[in-house]
């Protein structure tokens, strides 16, 4: 079963046949071998193989599969980094979580955001909302934020209607602010 997978894909012991033990001593076994690596609780991997062994995923991607897609995005340098607005690389992944945070994950810092609003947006527009609360991620000023945000607009990423839906449930009214004004500077 394991070698009929993709390279490059997650696996667990519940997407195996038979018993759940056996398929946890399955993965153990293969992890062993060298034909899968662990990445967190009950998620291991199929990557591709090299000489020193198998490549592990990004940490990122270990994150989104675990924590899934709905809600979550970047926070803090790693929001600014996703609009190339810092230099600045955090030494943990920065992922601000719309409901009741998971597990930890190696190398990644939860930050949970009471706004159930954030659940239908999407990665950049989540981002977009945490460099609005952290301005100071922001390494060259205002106008390249509205410019890097104009410029997602302009191809779809993000989607402003979408974003004003959400920021009335944000907790702090200079997001609300900052959002108001950047929805103008865009509009200008």
Known sequence: MLEELPVR?????????????????????AAKRGDVVHCS????????KTRYGMARPGVLEVALKVLGVEGIGPA???????????????????????GPLKQGID????????NGRRRGLSFLEI??????????????????????ARNAVDKGEVRLGRIAEAVPGESSPAV?????????????
């Open 176 to 188: 609300r602010t900052r959002f108001e004004h950047l929805a103008e500077s865009i509009a200008a």
């Open 76 to 98: 803090g340098y790693s929001a600014a980094r996703a609009f190339g607005l810092t230099t600045q690389v955090p030494a943990k992944v920065e992922l601000a979580v719309s």
């Open 107 to 114: 190398g990644v810092k939860l930050h949970k955001r009471n």
């Open 9 to 29: 894909s997650f696996v667990r012991a519940k997407d195996l046949p038979g018993s759940p033990t056996a398929a946890r001593n399955a993965l153990s076994r």
């Open 41 to 48: 609780r009950g998620l291991y991997f199929k990557g591709p």
């Open 127 to 148: 981002a977009l909302l945490e460099v609005l609360r952290e301005p100071s991620t922001v390494e060259s000023g205002w106008d390249s934020l509205v410019s890097a």
